[in-house]
DNA sequence: GTAGGGTTAG
């Protein structure tokens, strides 16, 4: 027996003197030969087999003790917490407290972690009203979680979910409402305290805690940062200097991403100059930032060399190099990264599914996107609000409209990312009205249009001519949802105008943008210019372009070609020798259609396809039966110095009507063809495609730089107005 | 007890 007391006294001193399963079952084993297994002795016991994560064990004894001392209970509730068991942690809580236990204040820091994960809000306010008047709150470790379960619990729109357990919880209530929240404790005397909202909460905790250590200053850093209070962040970095506290990889986690916001490359490398001195730089964390930090400032080779650097990858830091290379363009990287990553026997979660589809989307490669979305589904990612949207933009770029609606319909919740995806897919499929009608919808659904919403309605108003509705959207932004108009929706009512014919209008509405109008604004009412064939205005608005970005090569092949077909050869011939003293080469058009999960590309004019002879073949006997039904080639928009015979065959050859040849020629009759072109498609060849959808009895759905054609039956889904 | 990557436009 008195062994037993000095063996209890020295493993109260020292518990993790054991720090093995067979050590801890031997000292179980010898206090029940002993005969002295007390309530004390078993808690030490279950606290020493939950210290070694054996739970089994440590509930197995735990539930042999008919009133469990506090030791026994914070170790199970300790132990369910590490094991991730975060409701059986809060039921053992409630358990505890209706046993009459009163808590020390280590049992806190693991109930507050279980609320946090099991987003109990509620509860976990509850808890704080009853750590305040146990007077608990000075506590250290208490402080902190409390601070991380206000950051992460009301920082994420205070999402409240309460499990089961808690509805055996006595006279729980509380009210969120817009400054303060009522909470009232755990216990059956009601009593009230008084707390901010949010990030104030988390202010307000920190500012009472009498001893704050680096968790705590990272902690509210960490909060700040993800309020996006970014200078309030980077202020309590400093204060933490002049308490003696060293920031470490936990607080240069959370300040990176500030830098790749602000896109401050020049502090970042500081940091990571820091980083590097503090040899934390190969922090998987840290990595990740910097991976992530450098693709935001498009310094992307910096961030392969970060990440080549690593020497641990885990998901994240993968997946902040497949953004980075979505976020520079470089698609065709971005999927390459992605294979790799799986290959390496990463399993990506959710965020990586929403980093790549976007790379589909621009490449408009259908397969690749299909598979992600079977990924998707296999992984259980199906109503994530991230992916679906991206899935909703993935298929209508890809040319899919219906399926992008499928999905659109099918989502439980649509937020103004979700409702802009879908307008803007059917905007870019020439659905304007539909797509305006889902705008109101939007609205009267109460989620209110950013302003990538307007750029899309806006878009939607431009490809089907409805000016007025237009402008009414336009003037709403300031004035309904004080909202400022940038440069894409001045760029948007001036593709508008333009291709509504009101080029003079255009024309002074640009001239008097609040934004200073950049190359591209001007661009599109160039080509409106060329479409309503205004030479003069177009001769003002190619010095306008020219004075920006003398290198503009769109402008220059517009210009020569409006010369051309105006027959005014001299300005022509000037303007190509302007072309040539400045080494510009015209950018060659391109076309390509999937076939078979395999991309085949056509540039105009090339006859290095494989398949070109059957192609040929078809394009002649198409376009015999194309000049029965009345086809007549217009050779005004493409070039000049050649004769009429030369001119059809360069139409002949061009890139879309290569890749739509092919098409047609390799899939089943009545297989609807899809191709995407790198740059619009051409007056000429969008009627010649109008016939051959007619005479072949397909659909053909052509995505050029700006929009989607639906070619069917001898009509294009434009109306022509494009 | 604390940290990093994501969807819509251009």
């Known amino acids: 027996m008195s062994s037993s007391k000095t063996l209890i006294k020295t493993l109260i001193k020292n518990p993790t003197r054991i720090k093995s399963k067979s050590q801890a079952k031997q000292l179980h084993a010898q206090f029940i030969r002993t005969q002295s297994l007390s309530h004390t002795s078993a808690s030490i016991v279950i606290s020493i087999y939950t210290n070694l994560k054996l739970l089994h064990e440590a509930l197995l004894l735990f539930k042999t003790l008919e009133s469990p001392p506090v030791l026994a209970w914070k170790s199970v509730i300790r132990c369910f917490t590490d094991q991730?068991?975060?409701?059986?942690?809060?039921?053992?809580?409630?358990?505890?407290?209706?046993?009459?236990?009163?808590?020390?204040?280590?049992?806190?820091?693991?109930?507050?972690?279980?609320?946090?994960?099991?987003?109990?809000?509620?509860?976990?306010?509850?808890?704080?009203?009853?750590?305040?008047?146990?007077?608990?709150?000075c506590d250290l470790y208490t402080g902190n979680a409390l601070m991380n379960m206000y950051a992460k619990l009301l920082g994420m729109g205070s999402k409240i979910s309460v499990g089961k357990v808690f509805d055996e919880m006595p006279q729980r209530k509380s009210t969120l409402g817009s400054c303060c929240v009522v909470t009232e404790s755990v216990d059956l005397e009601a009593e009230t305290c008084i707390m901010p909202l949010g990030i104030d909460s988390v202010r307000k905790v920190f500012e009472l805690m009498p001893r704050k250590d680096?968790?705590?200053?990272?902690?509210?850093?960490?909060?700040?940062?993800?309020?996006?209070?970014?200078?309030?962040?980077?202020?309590?970095?400093r204060e933490m200097g002049t308490s003696d506290l060293k920031p470490d990889a936990f607080?240069?986690?959370?300040?990176?991403?500030?830098?790749?916001?602000?896109?401050?490359?020049?502090?970042?490398?500081?940091?990571?100059?820091?980083?590097?001195?503090?040899?934390?730089?190969?922090?998987?964390?840290?990595?990740?930032?910097?991976?992530?930090?450098?693709?935001?400032?498009?310094?992307?080779e910096d961030s392969e060399r970060v990440f080549s650097h690593l020497y641990r990858r885990d998901s994240i830091s993968w997946n902040s190099l497949v953004a980075g290379y979505v976020q520079n363009g470089r698609y065709n990287e971005a999927l390459r990264l992605f294979r790799q990553m799986v290959a390496a026997k990463v399993r990506p979660g959710a965020v990586a599914f929403s980093s790549v589809i976007p790379a589909c989307a621009h490449l408009a490669t259908l397969h690749l996107g299909k598979q992600l979305h079977g990924y998707v589904l296999r992984g259980g990612f199906g109503s994530n609000i991230f992916?679906?949207?991206?899935?909703?933009?993935?298929?209508?770029?890809?040319?899919?409209i219906n399926a992008a609606r499928k999905i659109f319909d099918r989502m439980n919740l649509h937020d103004e990312v979700s409702w802009t995806a879908i307008i803007m897919g059917h905007a870019l499929h020439g659905h304007g009205h539909e797509a305006v009608s889902l705008f109101e919808e939007m609205k009267r659904q109460g989620v209110k249009p950013n302003q990538v919403a307007f750029v899309a309605v806006l878009t939607a108003c431009s490809h089907v001519g409805l000016v007025d509705e237009a402008w009414g959207y336009f003037n709403s932004m300031t004035k309904v949802y004080g909202l400022n108009q940038e440069l894409e929706h001045y760029a948007a009512v001036a593709d508008l105008l333009g291709r509504a014919g009101k080029l003079e209008e255009a024309y002074d509405f640009i001239s008097k943008m609040r934004v200073e109008p950049t190359g591209s604004v001007w661009s599109t009412l160039l080509s409106s210019c060329s479409?309503?064939?205004?030479?003069?205005?177009?001769?003002?608005?190619?010095?306008?372009?020219?004075?920006?970005?003398?290198?503009?090569?769109?402008?220059?092949?517009?210009?020569?070609?409006?010369?051309?077909?105006?027959?005014?050869?001299?300005?022509?011939?000037?303007?190509?020798?302007?072309?040539?003293?400045?080494?510009?080469?015209?950018?060659?058009?391109?076309?390509?259609?999937?076939m078979k999960n395999k991309t085949h590309g056509f540039v105009s004019g090339d006859r290095s396809h494989p398949s070109m002879d059957r192609i040929n073949e078809f394009l002649k006997a198409v376009m015999e039966q194309m000049e029965k039904e009345g086809y007549v080639a217009d050779t005004s928009g493409v070039l000049h110095d050649v004769d009429e015979e030369h001119k059809r065959e360069l139409l002949f050859?061009?890139?879309?009507?290569?890749?739509?040849?092919?098409?047609?020629?390799?899939?089943e009759p009545g297989t609807t063809i899809r191709v995407t072109k790198n740059i619009r498609i051409c007056t000429d060849c969008h009627v010649a495609i109008k016939f051959i959808s007619k005479i072949t009895e397909r659909e053909i759905i052509v995505r050029d730089n700006s929009r989607f054609h639906h070619f069917n039956r001898g009509s294009c889904s434009c109306g022509d107005y494009w």
């Not at 020390?104 to 099991?118: A, E, G, I, Q, R």
């Not at 050859?653 to 899939?667: K, M």
Request: charged fraction near 25%; charge should be positive; aromatic fraction near 10%.
């Open 387 to 400: 992916i679906a949207s991206a899935l909703v933009d993935m298929y209508s770029k890809c040319g899919n």
């Open 84 to 137: 991730s068991l975060f409701s059986r942690a809060l039921a053992s809580f409630v358990e505890m407290r209706a046993s009459g236990r009163c808590p020390d204040h280590n049992v806190f820091p693991s109930v507050l972690k279980s609320c946090t994960m099991m987003m109990d809000l509620r509860f976990g306010e509850s808890v704080h009203g009853f750590i305040v008047r146990l007077g608990m709150d």
């Open 653 to 667: 050859g061009h890139s879309e009507r290569l890749a739509v040849a092919f098409g047609i020629i390799n899939t």
């Open 251 to 300: 607080t240069l986690s959370s300040v990176l991403p500030i830098f790749s916001e602000y896109v401050d490359v020049i502090k970042g490398k500081e940091i990571h100059g820091y980083v590097i001195r503090k040899g934390i730089d190969a922090d998987v964390y840290i990595g990740s930032s910097l991976v992530d930090m450098y693709a935001k400032s498009a310094r992307i």
């Open 214 to 237: 680096v968790v705590s200053y990272n902690t509210v850093i960490a909060g700040y940062a993800q309020s996006g209070m970014y200078e309030d962040a980077l202020r309590m970095v």
């Open 531 to 594: 479409v309503h064939k205004n030479l003069e205005l177009a001769e003002k608005v190619a010095e306008k372009i020219f004075t920006i970005d003398s290198e503009n090569m769109g402008a220059y092949v517009l210009m020569c070609n409006m010369y051309a077909s105006n027959g005014r050869w001299k300005e022509m011939a000037k303007l190509r020798l302007r072309m040539r003293k400045k080494g510009l080469h015209k950018k060659p058009a391109c076309s390509w259609i999937e």
